[in-house]
């Protein structure tokens, strides 16, 4: 049984999600990235491939301290990380001004290999930003009433 359908339908349906995600190697070269993810930093797949991941603190730790603990444990890792949106004109940074800061809820998650071997991190990043902003606007209304 071929698997190449099941990978173009996967590889498909990954691209069109309504999050962004990035797929790293385990020392946090880009592998690939999806639309969304390429609108919320503001530069192509091209751009991003075979380079390594760069991401801000996050809950006290770096991107790369995070991915060393998803690479070691296995486990995922889930908080929300300061972002300083680029904003080159992504659907995703409409919620965020040109160069404003913006709370994303990151998480990061092992791959692994048919072994069961750690071999990549899948990183998906949502823009919580309005979300909390709401949150803080409700609770700002009833400490006035």
């Known amino acids: 049984m071929s698997l190449a359908p099941e990978v173009q339908a996967l590889t498909a349906t990954l691209r069109l999600m309504p999050v962004a995600m ?3 190697t385990s020392d946090g070269t880009v592998v690939w990235v999806n639309r ?3 609108d919320l930093v ?3 797949e091209d751009r991003m491939q075979g380079r390594m991941a760069w991401w801000p603190e996050g809950a006290g730790s770096s991107g790369a ?7 070691a444990s296995g486990e995922p890792w889930h908080g929300e990380i300061a972002w300083r949106c680029g904003n080159r004109g992504g659907p995703e940074q409409r919620h965020c001004p040109p160069n404003a800061d913006c709370l994303l809820e990151e998480t990061v ?6 072994a069961g071997q750690v071999t990549h991190a899948l990183w998906t990043l949502h ?3 309005r979300e909390v902003r709401a949150v803080a ?3 700002e209304m009833h400490q006035t009433f």
């Open 36 to 38: 969304h993810f390429q």
């Open 127 to 129: 823009n919580v930003t």
């Open 22 to 24: 990035m797929i790293t």
């Open 65 to 71: 301290e995070r991915l060393r603990g998803v690479m």
């Open 42 to 44: 503001g530069y192509s």
């Open 137 to 139: 606007e409700l609770e």
């Open 109 to 114: 998650t092992a791959i692994r290999d048919t």
